[in-house]
């Protein structure tokens, strides 16, 4: 995808949390930060919205917030202009939009959480939300099962009607798609300096002083990335171009299967598909077979080692014949040979596991 013509339009990324559900990736990184499909999942955020067109991006950060802007800097070196805006205290999503008022340089922002993988045209969005002349309009994803979610109903001109609660009879297969475009006034009525809720406070408060909301509906690709299986999911759909993106890095091979970067060694005998990413100066052995996996900066992976959809943290060690499906292994543990974890298991950083330690059947 070209890039579009620059628009005045701010974008505003909130990226502040502590991504506890990804624990222990996000013991040493901030969740946006971590690599996915070979460079932080926030480099593919940027890439996306200065395709859009917008050129000036505030973040507004909190856990390990010195991280994003050694990595991003100004922002010159991707296209963009970077402001940071930290959060002393925790402001939830409301009280973290408007903590960033005073970077605002135009009067429409468009606002994403940082850990959402999304194909929504923002071109589009952005066209919604002045066609309807709207105060604050919401991206809405239809999804095949919406009980799982907050639901939000809109009119047949796209009006807004209510936030629901999850249940398990929704009303409607939309859902909150975590993108928003906001009219700057908007925002400046949001209170400043305590938590607010935009989902729970801000948005049904609106409603109810009869402010325009919208909804821009459309059945986009959408991954909430919060979770290690949804985090895997996420970096294979870049891989393999199911998700869009402009900021894959170079490599010395990509194909729908595998993204393998330029420093990596590979054996020729290993197998390595189903959108794996090979991180820069990791090693995979002879026999080694990697489907789905997200193998980072580093790390060892031993002869006939099995991963299936599980990630392996930088410079972390996993011994020969070792089975993995659905684990996430912390940045430096090593996985003595022979063992075998399964089903959400987690190694924390830095743990020593010997040899047949642990296995989830009974054979080897």
């Known amino acids: 995808m070209s890039e579009l013509a620059p628009v005045e339009v701010d974008a505003v990324v909130l990226v502040g949390g502590k991504g506890t559900r990804l624990r222990p990736l996000t013991l040493s990184a901030a969740k946006p930060m971590l690599p996915t499909a070979g460079v932080p999942y926030l480099e593919h955020l940027l890439s996306r919205i200065r395709e859009a067109g917008m050129r000036h991006v505030v973040l507004g950060t909190s856990y390990r917030a010195q991280t994003f802007e050694e990595y991003f800097g100004d922002g010159t070196d991707f296209g963009l202009e970077i402001e940071y805006v930290v959060e002393d205290e925790p402001l939830g999503t409301g009280g973290g939009i408007r903590n960033v008022y005073d970077r605002l340089r135009y009067d429409t922002a468009m606002v994403f959480n940082g850990d959402v993988l999304s194909g929504v045209d923002l071109r589009a969005v952005l066209s919604t939300h ?15 099962d919406p009980r799982a979610f907050g639901c939000v109903p809109t009119d047949p001109t796209g009006r807004v009607l209510g936030f629901l609660e999850k249940t398990d009879d929704p009303p409607t297969e939309q859902v909150n798609a975590g993108c928003y475009v ?25 409603l109810a002083d009869g402010a325009t909301v919208v909804g821009h509906v459309d059945t986009s690709y959408w991954l909430d990335l919060g979770t290690p299986a949804a985090f895997v999911q996420g970096s294979a759909d870049l891989v393999s171009g199911v998700a869009p993106t402009a900021a894959l890095p170079k490599a010395q091979a990509h194909d729908i299967d595998r ?4 420093t990596a060694q590979v054996d020729p005998t290993a197998v390595i598909n ?34 299936a959809s599980s990630v392996i943290g930088r410079g972390a060690r996993i011994g ?40 989830f059947s009974a054979d080897g």
Do not use: K, Y
Request: charged share 20%; net charge neutral.
């Open 130 to 144: 002045r066609e309807a002349g709207a105060d604050v309009t919401l991206h809405l994803v239809r999804v095949a």
């Open 182 to 206: 906001f009219g700057r006034n908007v925002i400046a009525g949001i209170p400043a300096g305590v938590p607010v809720s935009v989902e729970r406070e801000t948005f049904p408060s609106l």
């Open 259 to 262: 993204l393998i970067l330029a």
């Open 274 to 307: 189903g959108g794996s990413t090979i991180g820069a100066g990791a090693l995979v052995a002879a026999g080694a077979r990697i489907r789905g996996a997200v193998v980072m900066d580093e790390a060892r992976i031993g002869p006939d080692a099995q991963i």
């Open 320 to 359: 020969a014949g070792v089975v993995l499906v659905d684990a996430v292994i912390g940045d430096g543990a090593v996985i003595g040979a022979g063992c075998e974890l399964r089903g959400g298991a987690r190694v924390w950083p830095g743990v020593d596991l010997p040899a047949g330690a642990i296995r």
